[in-house]
């Protein structure tokens, strides 16, 4: 099954390698990775997604709280959670009827267009992942040249936080 | 008063009590050497290879329970160290390693001698630091010492840029620290503990089964007296030997891939198994689908992740091992029940059938000395009480299984990564520790060269060790598996052109002894031990093809084992 899990780590150099390296030290999979220090610079907020069995999924929230820099961590997917990720996509469009038709899935999408040139739209779409697949799939018919994804980011929904 | 980056670090050591730092000087650590040179709280030991330092630092440790420290430069230095922060790091001894780093400005650059050490590291310490700014080394160094000694012990890397040890700063060391990261648990759950005691008292068939978190946690007495309250059965893992008394009737003996046949077969018969500071390491278990099949489980360590990594458990408990074992006799007193002693009567009596077995029998009619036979004779003629190190192969197997360790930190070797070479550099570390102990290293002719070079060290420092040597002219645990596995195609296993070894230790201005005949063995032992003022090379010339028995195949049921 397919995990999100949270980890709040302290700022530090080296950190993120730590938890790169456990992961392929240990044979998990690492799906998508994200960091970025969080709103008290001495942190960094990392969101991971995994897939795995119960067992296995033990073992990575084990070891991961294990390693001395973790200070906790949330497996997002056991409670009620907002899940985004963010997606550029470049894509060519030949003609008028191109331009209407990835507009018009734009919209469908709530995307936005974000840049245009004369045969090119670079789109920018935020959802959760399969959200962004089927984008992906629905402008499938048109030329992509380019897709960059920022990887999932997830918040538990309510009065549940990951903090300290 | 400003100090320098090389004061503070060794101010730090003498406020930690170190005794002793095991090393090697080079580029990068000279401002250090320089530091320690002019004190004489902290002293300094001089190995002959960087592994060495790191091995002889853990025997430190393992003999006495306080953190091991070594010292190494940077690149070679630090490379040097990777085997015996490893061999630390698998079996979780707490260790200081320090590094030498290029100086700040130059890492990134593949600046002479520079490795990235806390990368290379990494994945086999517990934790590790690079110190950028010396207004961070002491604190650092407190956090090392903090991290390498609780919870689950294990090997800390402090990586130091040349610079930084110039630099100055106030010098203050904190009484402790706190780091919001990191908190082990060490108090186990009540309800836990209660529900174990529940599931003990109901056991018809139990088994207690412990491994090297006892010895770290110094858990021995709880132990113990939680056993002979129980009255069950006890095995040790490898790197649990010593925790519970060998001599006693309710040991078992080892357990495992050459553990003896009363030890398996009470592990795969269990109703309820208690496992203490143990890791159910696939040595242990062997087939983990055929493991304790009908048994429930209750699990104590202070390592979470171990706990249900390789065997599912019934009852896990979090906890240091020493607390939650004191706190099982409190519950144990307290409870209603009591154990059913009928039942366990008859599970002893089955139990004393596999022991009649006597599984650990050899020949002792032999014209050829039998390696057994060596390591007790060494056990009678030590009183049964020494520090006995080892290295790696069939010699560690006879040593666990003929040397009956009644106490804890007696047995020192390399469980986890299996590191040949680690043995003698190991004795330095405990007999600098235990100057007046008797300290033995046994060995075979394939180990005892892969550090050979410490015989210098030896003799530099005086250490009056005993180097058991079962020289079977092959690297005889491959060799086995070859005759085993491989019908019989000893390919490279064989150690043609070995040195003389008696020469060897003499040039070294060690004693060096030959013995080929089983009737000379106990006299040469004893001659040896009255040995104290250098070392006694002991080369044993035994059985070329004995066997470990019994074994269980990699893969096999604990049920399946072969025996002689
Ligand atoms: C550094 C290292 N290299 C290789 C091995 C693999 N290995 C395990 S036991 C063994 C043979 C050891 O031979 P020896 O020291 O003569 O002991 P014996 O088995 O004959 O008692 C080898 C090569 C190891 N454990 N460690």
């Given at each position: 099954?397919?995990?999100?899990i949270s980890?709040?780590?302290?700022?530090?150099?080296g950190?993120?390698?730590?938890v790169?390296g456990?992961?392929?030290?240990r044979g998990?999979?690492?799906e998508s990775?994200?960091v970025a220090p969080t709103?008290d610079?001495?942190l960094s907020?990392m969101?991971?997604?995994t897939t795995?069995?119960?067992e296995?999924?033990e073992?990575?929230?084990?070891?991961l709280?294990?390693l001395?820099?973790?200070?906790k961590?949330?497996?997002?997917?056991?409670g009620e959670?907002?899940?985004?990720?963010?997606m550029l996509?470049k894509?060519?469009?030949?003609?008028?009827?191109?331009r209407?038709?990835?507009?018009?899935?734009?919209?469908?999408?709530?995307?936005?267009i974000?840049?245009?040139?004369e045969?090119i739209f670079?789109?920018?779409l935020?959802g959760?992942s399969?959200k962004l697949?089927?984008?992906?799939?629905?402008?499938?018919r048109?030329p992509?040249?380019?897709?960059?994804?920022?990887?999932t980011i997830?918040?538990s929904?309510?009065?549940k936080?990951l903090?300290i | 008063?400003?100090?320098?980056?090389?004061?503070?670090?060794?101010?730090?050591?003498?406020d930690?009590?170190?005794e002793?730092?095991f090393?090697?000087?080079?580029?990068a650590v000279l401002?250090?050497?320089?530091?320690?040179y002019?004190?004489?709280d902290?002293?300094?030991?001089?190995v002959?290879?960087?592994?060495a330092?790191t091995?002889?630092?853990?025997?430190?440790?393992?003999?006495?329970g306080?953190?091991?420290?070594?010292l190494v430069?940077?690149?070679?230095?630090?490379?040097?160290a990777?085997?015996?922060?490893?061999?630390?790091?698998?079996?979780?001894i707490?260790?200081i390693v320090?590094?030498?780093?290029?100086?700040?400005?130059?890492?990134g650059n593949d600046?002479f001698?520079?490795?990235?050490?806390?990368?290379?590291?990494?994945p086999?310490v517990?934790?590790n630091f690079l110190?950028?700014?010396?207004?961070?080394?002491?604190?650092?160094?407190k956090k090392?010492?903090y991290?390498?000694t609780?919870?689950?012990?294990?090997?800390?890397?402090?990586?130091i840029?040349?610079?930084?040890?110039a630099?100055?700063c106030?010098?203050?060391y904190?009484?402790?620290?706190e780091?919001r990261?990191?908190?082990p648990v060490?108090?186990?759950?009540a309800r836990q503990?209660?529900?174990?005691?529940?599931?003990?008292?109901s056991a018809?068939?139990?088994?207690?089964?412990?491994g090297?978190?006892v010895i770290?946690?110094?858990?021995?007495?709880?132990?113990?007296?939680l056993?002979?309250?129980l009255g069950?059965?006890i095995t040790n893992?490898?790197?649990?030997l010593?925790?519970y008394?060998?001599?006693?009737?309710?040991f078992v003996g080892?357990l495992?891939?050459h553990?003896t046949?009363?030890?398996?077969?009470?592990?795969?018969n269990?109703?309820?198994?208690?496992?203490?500071?143990?890791?159910?390491d696939?040595?242990?278990?062997?087939?983990?689908e055929?493991?304790c099949?009908m048994?429930?489980?209750?699990?104590?360590d202070v390592d979470?992740a171990?706990?249900?990594k390789?065997v599912?458990?019934?009852i896990?408990?979090?906890g240091?091992?020493a607390?939650?074992?004191?706190?099982?006799?409190?519950?144990?007193?307290?409870?209603d029940g009591?154990?059913?002693?009928?039942a366990?009567?008859?599970w002893?009596?089955?139990?004393e059938?596999?022991?009649s077995m006597d599984?650990?029998?050899y020949?002792?009619?032999s014209?050829?000395?039998k390696?057994?036979?060596v390591v007790e004779?060494?056990?009678?003629v030590?009183?049964?009480?020494?520090?006995?190190?080892s290295?790696?192969g069939?010699?560690q197997?006879w040593?666990?299984?003929?040397?009956?360790?009644?106490?804890?930190?007696r047995?020192i070797n390399?469980?986890?990564?299996g590191?040949?070479?680690?043995?003698?550099?190991?004795?330095?570390?405990?007999?600098?520790a235990?100057p007046d102990?008797?300290?033995?290293?046994i060995?075979?002719?394939?180990s005892i060269?892969?550090?050979?070079?410490e015989l210098?060290?030896?003799?530099?420092?005086?250490?009056?060790?005993?180097?058991i040597?079962?020289?079977?002219?092959?690297?005889?645990m491959?060799?086995?598996?070859?005759?085993?596995?491989?019908?019989?195609r000893?390919a490279?296993?064989?150690m043609e052109?070995?040195?003389?070894f008696v020469?060897l230790?003499?040039?070294y201005?060690?004693?060096?002894m030959?013995?080929?005949k089983p009737?000379?063995?106990e006299a040469?032992?004893?001659?040896a031990m009255?040995?104290r003022?250098?070392?006694v090379?002991?080369?044993?010339?035994?059985d070329s093809?004995?066997n470990?028995?019994?074994?269980?195949?990699?893969?096999?049921?604990q049920?399946?084992?072969?025996?002689?």
């Open positions: 099954m397919r995990h999100i980890i709040l780590m302290e700022n530090e150099a950190a993120l390698s730590r790169a456990l992961f392929s030290a998990y999979n690492i990775l994200t709103n610079p001495s907020r969101t991971l997604v795995g069995t119960d296995i999924l073992q990575i929230t084990k070891q709280n294990k001395i820099d973790v200070v961590l949330q497996d997002m997917t056991e959670h907002i899940e985004r990720e963010m996509l894509v060519r469009v030949a003609d008028t009827e191109a209407d038709e990835v507009k018009r899935l734009t919209d469908i999408f709530r995307g936005h974000v840049d245009v040139t045969t670079t789109i920018e935020t959760a399969d697949d089927a984008f992906i799939d629905s402008v499938d048109f992509i040249l380019e897709v960059v994804r920022s990887g997830g918040i929904r309510g009065e936080t903090s | 008063m400003e100090l320098t980056g090389a004061e503070i670090f060794v101010n730090c050591l003498r930690e009590g170190v002793y730092v090393g090697y000087p080079g580029g401002h250090i050497y320089d530091a320690l002019k004190q004489e902290v002293k300094h030991v001089l002959r290879h960087e592994q330092a091995h002889a630092a853990d025997g430190y440790a393992r003999s006495t306080r953190p091991g420290v070594a430069t940077s690149g070679p230095g630090a490379t040097n990777v085997t015996g922060i490893a061999t630390a790091y698998m079996d979780s707490p260790l320090i590094t030498g780093q290029v100086p700040t400005s130059l890492i600046a001698q520079e490795v990235d050490s806390v990368g290379i590291t990494r086999c517990k934790h110190v950028k700014d010396v207004r961070d080394l002491a604190v650092t160094m090392a010492f991290v390498a609780t919870g689950r012990p294990g090997p800390v890397v402090i990586d840029p040349k610079d930084v040890t630099e100055r106030e010098y203050h904190p009484e402790k620290v780091m990261s990191y908190n060490l108090k186990g759950n503990i209660r529900k174990a005691v529940e599931l003990l008292l018809r068939r139990p088994m207690i089964y412990t090297g978190g770290l946690d110094n858990a021995s007495q709880p132990l113990t007296e056993t002979r309250r069950f059965p893992t490898l790197m649990g010593g925790a008394p060998a001599t006693d009737r309710q080892m495992g891939m553990g046949y009363e030890a398996n077969l009470a592990m795969h269990c109703d309820v198994l208690l496992a203490v500071g143990a890791r159910f696939d040595r242990v278990t062997g087939n983990v055929k493991f099949p048994a429930k489980i209750i699990h104590v979470p171990s706990i249900s390789n599912k458990v019934d896990p408990i979090v240091s091992v607390n939650v074992l004191t706190e099982l006799l409190e519950q144990l007193d307290a409870a009591e154990v059913d002693r009928e366990l009567d008859v002893w009596k089955q139990i059938e596999w022991r599984c650990l029998k020949d002792r009619s014209d050829v000395i390696p057994q036979y004779k060494l056990y009678e030590t009183g049964g009480d020494a520090f006995i190190t290295d790696v069939q010699h197997m040593a666990a299984q003929y040397y009956k360790f009644d106490k804890p930190r047995w390399s469980g986890g990564l590191t040949m070479g680690f043995g003698m550099p190991a004795a330095m570390g405990v007999q600098l235990h102990a008797t300290v033995a290293c060995t075979g002719e394939g060269q892969m550090c050979i070079q210098s060290t030896i003799r530099q420092y005086g250490l009056p060790l005993k180097i040597c079962l020289n079977n002219g092959y690297l005889g491959v060799r086995q598996w070859q005759e085993f596995f491989y019908q019989g000893y490279m296993s064989y052109s070995l040195p003389d020469k230790a003499e040039s201005g060690a004693m060096g030959h013995i080929d009737g000379d063995v040469a032992l004893k001659e009255q040995v003022d250098r070392a090379f002991l080369n044993f010339v035994t093809e004995e470990v028995y019994p074994m269980i195949p990699a893969g096999a049921g049920n399946e084992m072969i025996l002689v």
